[in-house]
């Protein structure tokens, strides 16, 4: 295992619950829960990310301009994640931002896959991006903590 393939499954899981939502009625309890879950997920995994691979790609001169996109697309979604949180639901409203929400982080894990992690492969060592993934998996579940 290495902090990509680790990584990879978040955003699966994140996949998965972006296609759940979307199919949700408009102020359901099911929607409201997999919301939570979602917010809670995307924010713990991202804090996580920028800890642990974020901060190391940052270090590298090649890595530096990813790493501060990607950070830039974080706090973009934080955004759009804070004003869904404070909107009712069950409006058209809700879910057009939702679906905003939704294309942006179907984007930006995509963008990680496609040219981020090939590019970081680059520039961090084998043996580093093995050890990320204890430091991963002991970071993201303090973030779960500290959103939820
Ligand atoms: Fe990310
Ligand atoms: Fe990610």
């Known amino acids: 295992m ?8 978040d955003h699966e899981k994140q996949r998965d619950l ?17 919301w ?17 691979f974020y901060s190391a790609l940052m270090q590298k001169p090649d890595g530096t301009e990813e790493a501060r996109h990607s950070v830039h ?14 909107m009712d639901q069950s409006t058209d409203v809700w879910e057009k931002k ?4 939704a294309h942006d982080v179907i984007h930006h894990v995509d ?8 590019a970081a492969r680059k520039v961090i060592a084998t043996q580093k991006a093995s050890d990320m993934v204890e430091a991963f998996n002991t970071r993201k579940p303090a973030e779960v903590e500290r959103h939820a």
């Open 2 to 9: 290495n902090i990509y393939t680790r990584l990879k499954q």
């Open 18 to 34: 972006c296609d759940k939502i979307k199919s949700t009625h408009s102020g359901s309890k099911n929607r409201a829960n997999l």
């Open 36 to 52: 939570e879950e979602l917010k809670v997920e995307l924010e713990a995994h991202a804090a996580a990310e920028e800890q642990v």
């Open 73 to 86: 697309e974080h706090q973009e979604m934080t955004k759009l994640i804070t004003e869904l949180d404070a």
């Open 98 to 101: 939702f679906k905003k929400l």
């Open 111 to 118: 963008e990680e896959e496609a040219d981020i992690f090939p």
